[in-house]
């Protein structure tokens, strides 16, 4: 976990009341308190605009957070911590458009100030739907909640935004003028919660952490990498949020992206926010634009039929509710994509994302070259396969590395053996949920895991391109697949072509 000793802090969610909070909020934050990471005086007020049949105000909020805890705290559940966490937490009910509200938050910020005998910290998370995100700037602004002035120096304000950080690089650019104009980026944290994976944040620890991958790291050695984020459920009750987005919006944009940077960017100078950050942003601003006019043989979209699962019959992405009948939003995505730079060229990462597929998958595979020469026999039995080293990001969180040996006897055969690195063997712990550690890290003022405006506004460029040679499609160019299979046979067809094979989900 982080090192840095938090400072006194006081968190204002505005969305207090709404599935993220409940879900993954407020028991991240229990944990932190049971783990006493979180900063002797800190303070949580709720903003949101929920009425409270009875207890109304900071009682009934109390009662609410209660009962998320309870249903959603994923550890043994701790009934002191629970109390000692509530006893520090207020409410307040307001539209988010209401100045009167942001007044609210000023005296409760500073009658909170006299408590603790300091300015404490001031962190603002924005947890609400996208659409509310520019007022709340506004008014956070307006309300003189953004100031740093008379407050002692180092007591800067904070502003979590989560996603989705716009909807294209227009939009995103807006987002970030607007609340660029009232924090600085150092203040600005955008949650993509991937980089809050214990896993996501080996990456980075493995490949420069060990002097025996690094050397082979590059296009002289590795073959291709697959990229795959395979989840099996639907969308659930998303189909507003959804049919807007699609899976290139929802996935790629901003956690496989991240994911890309991280197994492909160079090494940082140091460990610092600002280092780690601009390498990751280099290697974005390196990866190829699509090309429009050839982008089928590049890009395959899939839509997800009616099947069985389990036993259980699923509905087909257009008819669940909310979805257009005719949607043309895509539910999987598979593309090929190359990093124009020094150690990358003609390396192709080969990606994938999609719902409702034959399991919940999160991986990385960096395949390297065969040998040169097939020493052991012109027959199959006798050529080494593929070194492959898997990064495995969810559900196994562990790492594999697959090497050739003899396969013990008197004939010359090649074996294809595993070495495996399972973290829940290694370590009797509980991997941290991602919240944990992204909110602890804005709560010390850490922005190392939380991606820059430049990374944000140019994968939007690239996916801007990709949906402008989308534009002129018709519906039948996304592919139906099976629930429970791998994609549509096309997304096979865009690998096949190179010679390789997708991995097993
Ligand atoms: C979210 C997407 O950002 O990530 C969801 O909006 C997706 O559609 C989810 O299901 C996946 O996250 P995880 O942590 O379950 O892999």
Same mark, same amino acid.
């Given at each position: 976990?982080?090192? =840095? ?82 006893? #520090?937490?207020?409410? $307040?009910?307001?539209?988010? *458009? ?98 809050? #994976? ?28 697959? $990229? ?47 280092? =780690? ?7 974005? &601003? ?19 039929? #009616?099947?069985? $699962?389990?036993? &259980? ?50 991986? =990385? ?39 050739? $040996? ?17 973290? #829940? ?64 046979? *096309? ?15």
């Amino acid at each position: 976990m982080n090192d =840095i000793t938090a400072k006194p802090t006081t968190l204002v969610i505005f969305g207090a009341t709404g599935d993220l909070s409940r879900r993954k909020l407020l028991p991240a934050l229990l944990r932190l308190e049971v783990l006493g990471l979180l900063p002797e005086c800190f303070n949580i007020i709720g903003f949101s605009t929920r009425a409270f049949d009875s207890n109304n105000g900071d009682e009934g909020f109390k009662d609410y957070a209660l009962s998320a805890l309870r249903e959603h705290y994923t550890y043994d559940f701790d009934e002191s911590a629970a109390k000692k966490l509530l006893s #520090k937490t207020r409410f $307040i009910r307001s539209t988010f *458009e209401d100045s009167d509200g942001y007044t609210e938050i000023l005296k409760r910020l500073d009658d909170i100030d006299q408590e603790c005998g300091v300015a404490c910290d001031r962190v603002f998370y924005l947890a609400t739907p996208p659409t509310f995100f520019p007022v709340i700037i506004d008014m956070l602004s307006h309300s003189q909640l953004a100031d740093r002035r008379g407050r002692g120096d180092g007591v800067l304000p904070r502003i979590i935004i989560e996603k989705p950080f716009g909807q294209s690089s227009e939009s995103s650019a807006k987002l970030n003028d607007l609340v660029l104009n009232h924090f600085d980026e150092e203040e600005v944290y955008r949650i993509d919660h991937y980089l809050g #994976k214990e896993t996501v944040q080996n990456i980075l620890f493995f490949r420069f952490g060990n002097s025996i991958y690094e050397p082979l790291w590059n296009q002289k050695y590795i073959d291709h990498i697959q $990229i795959t984020v395979a989840e099996s459920d639907g969308i659930g009750t998303r189909g507003k949020y959804y049919e807007e987005a699609g899976a290139l919006r929802d996935m790629v944009q901003n956690h496989i992206m991240q994911l890309l940077a991280l197994v492909a960017m160079e090494p940082p100078t140091t460990m610092t926010s600002e280092n =780690i950050r601009s390498k990751k942003v280099d290697l974005i &601003e390196s990866i190829r634009p699509v090309e429009i006019d050839n982008i089928d043989n590049f890009i395959v979209r899939g839509r997800y039929d #009616k099947g069985i $699962i389990n036993g &259980e019959t699923t509905v087909a992405y257009r008819d669940e509710a909310n979805v257009s009948s005719d949607s043309t939003t895509e539910t999987f995505v598979a593309l090929k994509v190359f990093i124009d730079n020094w150690r990358w060229s003609d390396v192709p990462f080969y990606i994938r994302t999609g719902k409702r597929l034959k399991a919940r998958k999160t991986e =990385i595979a960096v395949t390297f070259k065969a040998p040169p020469h097939c020493l052991f026999g012109s027959e199959e039995k006798a050529c080494p396969k593929d070194n492959v080293l898997v990064l495995k990001i969810q559900p196994d969180e562990g790492i594999d590395f697959d090497f050739n $040996i003899k396969y013990p006897g008197t004939t010359q055969r090649v074996d294809n053996v595993t070495m495996d690195f399972s973290y #829940k063997e290694a370590y009797d712990v509980t991997l941290p949920e991602a919240y944990e550690r992204l909110l602890l890290d804005c709560i010390t003022g850490d922005s190392t895991l939380f991606p820059h405006k430049r990374a944000i506004e140019t994968s939007w460029k690239l996916i801007d391109e990709v949906l402008k040679g989308w534009q002129s499609s018709s519906a039948e160019d996304v592919a139906d697949y099976l629930p429970g299979s791998a994609g549509p046979k *096309e997304a096979d067809l865009l690998i096949e072509r190179d010679g390789r094979k997708w991995r097993d989900i």
